[in-house]
């Protein structure tokens, strides 16, 4: 049976390979493309062109500096010097904007972010399979069932471990699991946004660097409501060859609308900037959208957005430690950038590697976890009333607009803060537990009666709102919108995660407060 099967060979997914690699495990990466590095993608030349990310920060990524550097992978400074220029109007012509860098101490890598990719291949041999797109996993167990489809061959591939090494959107839209996830986790999963997804860039080679040339740096920047082109910069490479790169301003839609005449746009839109030089140029265009393995349905139709750093469900072991994600979103410093990427793969490696050891509860706190327990459930059977009871105030006091929104967030509220108070009168021996990547080994079991609680709390308020006759005047609440109780599950997810912070903060300063010694 393998050991752990990586699926995604982006950054994050080679990295840990390469992590576990060393440590002597029994690794397979899988990937749903033909190519390894994910959102990685250069096009080789003498200016060689990064379409994905392109630049790292040393002073602020030192993960991405330190594996550079070991990988013995040299790099170069961004071009930033010179004039900044700006097309503040569609018909007007640039103007300077200002003579200061732009990129604060950017770093490419000669011969393009892809020489990174490489030598991650390189040092996981024989690991990598390409072209495998992975549908189902099922957990049986002690270990986990993944179903793929190669080709027109079925796979079915038997592990101890699961990383997903992919964009959280992806894995709630296109993996089927068995059993489900948590209803939670999978709403996080699908509001966590995927950097830069939704994103279209161009690069151009050209016979040279004239705007070196005229004391300008290749930063620009189109301000006007017509830009086709948000941002441009200078792409070129050592040696002289000249490049120029460039964040296309059109939405997702619009760039769909009039594909066929993009690059014609884009040209005409350096070409407006610096020149009609630009006309000599090789254009490369690269629609992240139009790539189902990047992009998700919901990234596509909400572009922007970045992740948040420190998402503690995205970091968490699943299926008792069986299924773990990875991926730069899932990241606790650097979400949606490479260093995000480096830094998941260091937190699941050292999961992998070091086990956390499951501590035993003492009777004294089975016996504070049990009456906790006791105190949720009877909390729970209560919050229906209570939100009932809480909509007939609302009304009274003619609330209509956003009442289920603003009702079940008073209601989840109070919950929250009483579980949070009757935790603090209870009696934990704190002082044996660990404090596990800040975690207390004793929050799993506090948190864990209010598992499903939302969901179901939701479902009883829409329940009541449908045969509510007081409510039928009232369409929006009467029977709520997707969109609209989309919004709730949002708050609520919030809420959630802000509890189980307190919670989590409550046990370590009591364990804290244990620990010191009496003056």
């Not at 330190?66 to 010179?82: I, M």
Request: aromatic share 6%; hydrophobic share 45%; glycine share 8%.
């Amino acid at each position: 049976m393998l050991d752990t099967l990586i699926i995604g060979a982006g950054v994050a997914g080679l990295t840990l390979c390469r992590h576990l690699v060393a440590s002597g495990r029994d690794v397979l990466v899988l990937e749903a493309r033909h190519r390894a590095g994910g959102r990685v993608d250069t096009v080789a030349g003498a200016a060689p062109l990064d379409l994905g990310p392109g630049w790292f920060w040393p002073e602020v990524q030192p993960r991405m500096a330190a594996l550079v550097q070991e990988l013995g992978l040299p790099s170069f400074e961004q071009h930033d010097s010179g004039a900044v220029l700006q097309l503040s109007q569609a018909d007007g012509n640039p103007e300077v904007l200002s003579n200061g860098p732009v990129h604060n101490g950017a770093r490419r890598l000669e011969g393009g972010m892809v020489k990174l990719v490489d030598a991650l291949v390189r040092a996981i041999g024989d690991r990598l399979r390409t072209g495998c797109v992975v549908e189902a996993i099922r957990l049986r167990g002690d270990h986990v069932e993944v179903g793929a489809r190669s080709g027109a061959e079925t796979v079915t591939i038997v592990a101890r471990h699961v990383v997903l090494a992919l964009p959280p959107r992806l894995i709630a839209e296109s993996i089927t699991f068995d059993p489900p996830l948590d209803r939670t986790v999978v709403q996080t999963l699908r509001e966590t946004p995927t950097w830069m997804a939704a994103q279209a860039k161009a690069c151009i080679r050209l016979p040279r660097a004239f705007w070196r040339e005229r004391g300008q740096s290749g930063n620009a920047f189109v301000t006007h409501g017509q830009a086709v082109l948000a941002e441009v910069f200078d792409a070129c490479a050592p040696g002289g060859a000249a490049a120029l790169g460039g964040f296309v301003a059109l939405q997702p839609d619009m760039r769909r609308a009039c594909a066929s005449a993009m690059p014609l746009m884009v040209r005409s839109q350096f070409a407006q900037i610096f020149g009609p030089e630009m006309d000599q140029g090789e254009l490369h265009l690269r629609d992240w959208a139009g790539e189902p393995y990047t992009c998700s349905t919901l990234d596509a139709a909400e572009p922007g957005g970045h992740p948040d750093d420190n998402v503690a469900l995205l970091a968490a072991a699943l299926w008792n430690g069986r299924l773990h994600l990875a991926g730069s979103e899932t990241a606790s410093r650097g979400a949606g950038y490479l260093e995000g990427a480096l830094d998941s793969a260091a937190r699941v490696a050292a999961r992998l590697r070091h086990p956390a050891v499951a501590t035993p509860l003492s009777a004294s706190n089975q016996a504070a976890v049990q009456a906790f327990a006791e105190w949720v459930a009877t909390k729970r059977a209560a919050a229906p009333d209570l939100y009932r009871q809480s909509v007939v105030r609302a009304l009274s006091a003619s609330r209509s607009e956003g009442m289920t929104q603003a009702v079940l967030a008073a209601v989840t509220d109070h919950v929250y803060q009483s579980a949070l108070d009757h935790a603090a009168s209870l009696q934990f021996d704190v002082a044996e537990l660990s404090v596990q990547q800040g975690r207390c080994v004793l929050t799993p079991h506090l948190l864990q009666p209010f598992s499903g609680f939302s969901e179901t709390l939701i479902e009883t308020a829409v329940q009541h709102n449908r045969t509510s006759c007081a409510l039928s005047n009232f369409p929006d609440e009467h029977q709520p919108s997707d969109d609209y109780l989309g919004l709730i599950r949002r708050d609520m997810l919030i809420a959630w995660r802000a509890f189980a912070q307190s919670i989590n903060d409550l046990l370590i300063e009591r364990g804290l407060a244990t620990s010191q010694p009496s003056l």
